[in-house]
Nanobody, 134 residues
Framework: QVQLEESGGGSAQAGGSLKLSCVAS???????????WGWFRQAPGQEREGVAS????????FYADSVKDRFTMSHDNTKNTWYLQMNSLKPEDTGTYYC????????????????????????WGRGTQVTVSS
């Protein structure tokens, strides 16, 4: 019932910056009760990994160790939109980036839970490509 659409992907050189956006549409009233909005990524041939997430009406925010101090999330509750500002990009940041919304548990220990993990529900965007060259 909720559709997510990413934008802002593209190419950058190492050390550069990109800003990704995600906007939710459809049954957006349900977004008022969502637990977290976040980002996952998938490099070629690898599993998807959680990058960052936040609670839109709370203070909780999470960053993977690999992006901490380089990436920053922000959001706008009124627009059901969230962002990922990516600075100091590295070639290993290359991959497809997916935005997610989750109702229920969003993290376990030191990693993010994807939509469909035990106890939660959520939706994925279709992804936007990020390519970082050295």
């Amino acid at each position: 019932q909720v559709q997510l659409e990413e934008s802002g992907g593209g190419s950058a050189q190492a050390g550069g910056s990109l800003k990704l956006s995600c906007v939710a549409s459809g049954a957006t009233s349900s977004m008022d009760y969502s637990s977290c909005w976040g980002w996952f990524r998938q490099a070629p041939g690898q599993e998807r990994e959680g990058v960052a997430s936040l609670a839109p009406r709370g203070s909780w925010i999470f960053y993977a160790d690999s992006v901490k101090d380089r990436f920053t999330m922000s959001h706008d509750n009124t627009k059901n939109t969230w962002y990922l500002q990516m600075n100091s990009l590295k070639p290993e940041d290359t991959g497809t980036y997916y935005c997610v919304v989750i109702w229920g548990p969003c993290a376990s220990g030191d990693h993010l839970l994807p939509p469909g993990a035990p106890g939660n529900r959520g939706f994925w965007g279709r992804g936007t490509q990020v390519t970082v060259s050295s």
